[in-house]
């Protein structure tokens, strides 16, 4: 390494921290933010860190709004749908992977089609929908129509693409009937995809939006993300320590779920970019 | 194993998920395609016969529609700023990353993927308080320098870029990290031939870097686009539209129609949304296909 070299990969860093300070910078001032007093948060010019820490936040976001409960629901129905999309998508995608059948093709094609749709194009039907079934302001509405996605098919299904053929024929030959085949071969080869498939879904059901703020009508129903959208533009708008103190519940499971997992994250993001 | 048999063991793993597919994504987008042409409104859940077509006048209204129009045009405006911000921000952060940074690259991954995975709600109140133009952090921060910071989101000429920088600030990492798999994936023997013909950093990249990176590139043009087109929670959050409708999105006047009942209003709204999207998604294939 030249001299230069070494002066180019310093001034490197040093952009690279500054970026990294503007991206991590909110979220830290978020966190410490939600500890200081309601006093201290309109305080101009603002500080950085908590002068006289507290805890009484949490304790009147607590005790104000239903938090534990729009917790309870967001873990429901984030749970609920996770399972369901890694073992409807795992098994469709097999059939369409490894099982040539009368009306596979057909079934890809739809399943891609759809890739592109806005969700907001099915939010009127889907509404008239639940609302037909009686379903409004249930659990099934808010995992029902997550449980069965585009994405997680073809995930699935190219992922197990690349499981050898002869793997599967030599389990038929001894016998082994395909659902055999599936549980026992496929699903251990296919550990990383599922991994993939797992974190990304709950995710997105974590801190899914529109839907649910549609499908949600009474508090009772809200998840964490609506509920702290419809306090920050209600009555609540001004209760900044309120509101902190809401997103740093919402924002820190999902951190700490990320952080512990970033590897299998950034590795089948990355391949499904490349796919 | 015969036909039939085939048949019915390929159902029994599929069916599930087909069935849950046809009836919550499959049918709901016709059914909205339909419901488009027609006057339904929310009265008439109940009393479905009371539903007639009304052909194409609900696009035909939307025309009319000076708020369709203005969402339209800051949508337009969001894509067009945040699509190339976003993507320059990411390329540049992950040409960095490739250069020169070993020891720490995951600490720079993490960090700046982070605002990827938290919520966008969370997120924008976070930033609605950065942003308070007396109290906030961001016009303290640049008062400390010396310059006036805007009232960023109660004015109608700064509220609409503030929230394309607020975007490309959030979904950076996602396209990021792409990029980085895809710089990763160019054989380093590609660099070293074009260093013997005497080819600058410069011209690396052009020549190589680019061309080689193009698929990649294609692909974050398109899911990038297809997202910001449907921008929605940011101006729920932060503006609720204004002030005076600057930041009034497509989705968002959608989500307007429906929450007024006008259900056949709302699915024309809906569905220029989704051919904007392949439109869109067209037009970058078309420039970003490998035709050299």
Redesign the interface.
Same mark, same amino acid.
């Given at each position: 390494m030249t001299a230069r070299d070494r002066v180019?990969?310093a001034v490197?860093?040093v952009? =690279?921290t500054a970026?990294?300070v503007? +991206?991590?910078g909110?979220?830290i001032?978020?966190l410490a933010?939600s500890f200081k007093t309601d006093a201290e %948060?309109?305080?101009? /010019?603002?500080t950085w860190w908590p002068e006289d820490p507290t805890l009484d936040n949490y304790s009147n976001l607590l005790g104000r709004l239903d938090f534990p409960a729009y917790f309870t629901n967001s873990v429901v129905v984030a749970v609920l749908t996770t399972v369901g999309n890694l073992?409807?998508?795992a098994?469709?995608g097999? !059939?369409?992977a490894k099982?040539?059948?009368?009306?596979?093709r057909l079934?890809f094609g739809? &399943?891609l089609g759809?890739i +592109?749709?806005?969700? %907001?194009?099915?939010?009127?039907?889907?509404?008239?929908?639940v609302?037909?079934l009686g379903l409004v302001n249930s659990y099934a509405a808010l995992v #029902? /129509? $997550?449980? !069965?996605?585009?994405f997680g098919?073809f995930l699935m299904r190219q992922f197990m693409l690349s499981i050898p053929e002869d793997l599967l024929e030599a389990a038929r030959i001894d016998g082994a009937g395909?659902?055999r085949i599936?549980f026992r071969i496929v699903l251990p080869l296919c550990r990383p995809a599922l991994a993939t498939l797992g974190i990304l879904t709950f995710?997105a059901s974590?801190?899914n939006? =529109?839907w649910p703020l @549609?499908a949600a009508t009474t508090e009772d129903r809200y998840t964490? /993300?609506?509920a #702290?959208?419809l306090y920050?533009?209600g009555q609540n708008r001004a209760r900044?320590d309120l #509101?902190?103190a809401?997103?740093v519940l919402?924002?820190v499971p999902?951190?700490i779920v $990320?952080?512990l997992l970033?590897r299998h $994250? @950034?590795r089948g %993001?990355?391949?499904t970019?490349?796919k | 194993m015969s036909?039939v048999r085939?048949?019915v063991?390929?159902?029994?793993?599929?069916l599930?998920?087909?069935a849950? *597919?046809a009836?919550? +994504?499959?049918?709901?987008?016709l059914?909205?395609l339909v +419901?488009s042409f027609t006057d339904i409104r929310s009265t008439d859940?109940r009393d479905p016969l009371a539903v007639d077509f009304v052909g194409l006048d609900n696009y035909l209204r939307l025309f009319d529609d000076e708020l369709f129009v203005r969402a339209a045009t800051n949508t337009a405006v969001f894509v067009v700023l945040g699509v190339p911000l976003t993507m320059a921000g990411a390329l540049l &952060?992950a040409l960095?990353?490739n250069?020169?940074?070993t020891r720490?690259r995951? &600490? *720079?991954?993490?960090?700046?993927?982070?605002?990827v995975?938290?919520?966008?709600?969370?997120?924008?109140?976070?930033?609605?308080?950065?942003l308070q133009p007396?109290?906030?952090?961001v016009n303290?921060m640049l008062?400390l320098v010396g310059i006036d910071g805007a009232k960023w989101l109660d004015d109608t000429r700064t509220a609409l870029p503030t929230l394309v920088v607020m975007a490309a600030?959030r979904n950076?990492?996602?396209s990021m @990290? %792409?990029f #980085?798999?895809?710089l990763q994936?160019i054989p380093q023997d590609l660099y070293e031939a074009a260093r013997i013909d005497g080819a600058g950093r410069w011209a690396q990249f052009r020549y190589v870097t680019l061309p080689v990176l193009r698929p990649?590139l294609l *692909?974050?043009a398109v899911v990038t686009t297809?997202g910001y087109?449907?921008f *929605?929670?940011e101006p729920? &959050?932060m503006t609720?539209g204004g002030p005076l409708d600057s930041t009034l999105s497509m989705?968002y006047h959608?989500?307007n129609q429906?929450g007024f009942g006008s259900?056949g209003y709302?699915?024309a709204m809906?569905?220029v949304?989704?051919l904007v999207?392949?439109a869109l998604?067209i037009a970058w294939f078309r420039l970003l296909r490998a035709n050299t």
């Open positions: 180019a990969t490197l860093h952009l =690279l970026g990294l503007v +991206m991590v909110p979220f001032w978020m933010s %948060i309109r305080r101009s /010019p603002p073992m409807f998508c098994a469709a097999y !059939a369409l099982l040539r059948f009368a009306g596979s079934l739809v &399943v759809t +592109m749709v806005p969700s %907001i194009v099915t939010l009127v039907p889907l509404f008239v929908l609302s037909n #029902l /129509p $997550f449980l !069965a996605q585009a098919v395909e659902w599936f995710l974590w801190n939006f =529109l @549609v964490l /993300p609506v #702290l959208a920050s533009v900044y #509101l902190l809401g997103s919402v924002v999902v951190l $990320f952080v970033q $994250f @950034v %993001i990355a391949t970019g490349l | 036909q085939r048949a063991t390929g159902w029994g793993f599929a599930p998920f087909a849950l *597919f009836v919550f +994504m499959a049918v709901p987008v059914a909205s +419901m859940l &952060v960095g990353l250069a020169g940074v720490f995951t &600490v *720079f991954r993490v960090g700046y993927y982070l605002p995975v938290t919520s966008i709600v969370a997120i924008a109140v976070v930033w609605r308080f950065l007396d109290t906030g952090l303290t008062g600030w950076l990492g996602f @990290v %792409i #980085l798999a895809g994936a990649t *692909f974050v297809i087109v449907q *929605f929670e729920f &959050v609720q989705a959608t989500y429906f259900y709302a699915s809906s569905y949304l989704f999207v392949v998604s």
